[in-house]
């Protein structure tokens, strides 16, 4: 069956440093990836698409690979803050192009 | 534009009551998605509608749920009757189609229910 694995523990990290978030996928062919941010009591909100042709993309202090191969993608945030805690949802689209969502990682920035 | 609105934000019931969830989604989007979320299940997609029609409701949970679209503006579900573990949150999201694929999803803020 397909599955979406993201890890359940909490990433803590110190502020400044570079956060990395894996979203592991099995039984997938994804068309594109996509990457939300959900904060406490309100949902999820769109921060970057990958297409399963792309390796890479950049918005700002974010960064998103895809390896369709390994299937895994990886989200980097630099420089991190502590606004940047949240819970991190990866969602994966096949050639129906409906997400399918993974259960989200929290990441807690201290300062 | 105001985003995907939501009523109410939080509702609260007792087992055996109907409970009518609604949404309105961003003008102009043609999709339209309901989601529970739970911390046990994580984010679950119960149905969506294309142009105000049920596509998929594979992921209606049972019978005694249901969704309904009348328009392009305005979608409702219903849970009847409603049992405790229906308790979560519910989103709804809404989308268009764009360069060959369904943009990303625009959520709402979500209806907490609880079911006592």
């Known amino acids: 069956s397909q599955k979406i694995e993201q890890n359940s523990e909490a990433l803590n990290i110190q502020e400044g440093k570079t956060a990395t978030l894996t979203c592991n996928y099995t039984n997938y062919s994804p068309a594109y990836l996509q990457w939300y941010r959900q904060d406490p009591g309100r949902g999820p909100v769109f921060l970057l698409l990958?297409?399963?042709?792309?390796k890479e993309k950049r918005k700002e202090r974010l960064k998103v690979t895809f390896d369709t191969t390994l299937k895994q993608s990886l989200f980097h945030i630099t420089a991190s803050q502590p606004a940047d805690s949240a819970t991190y949802l990866c969602a994966l689209a096949g050639g129906s192009y409906i997400p399918t969502f993974g259960r989200g990682t929290s990441l807690i920035v201290h300062p | 534009d105001a985003g995907v609105i939501q009523s109410p934000r939080h509702e609260v019931t007792e087992m055996g009551q109907e409970v009518t969830l609604r949404c309105k989604p961003i003008?102009?989007?043609?999709?339209l998605f309901w989601y529970r979320q739970t911390m046990m299940r994580g984010l679950e997609l119960l149905i969506y509608?294309?142009?105000?029609?049920?596509?998929?409701d594979s992921g209606m949970p049972e019978d005694r749920f249901s969704a309904k679209m009348p328009n392009a503006s305005f979608s409702t579900l219903k849970i009847q009757p409603s049992e405790p573990r229906d308790s979560a949150v519910y989103f709804c999201a809404s989308s268009f189609f764009r360069q060959g694929a369904i943009d990303t999803q625009y959520f709402g803020p979500g209806t907490r229910l609880t079911v006592l």
């Open positions: 003008s102009g989007h043609d999709y």
């Open positions: 990958i297409r399963e042709n792309e």
């Open positions: 509608f294309n142009n105000n029609v049920p596509i998929d």
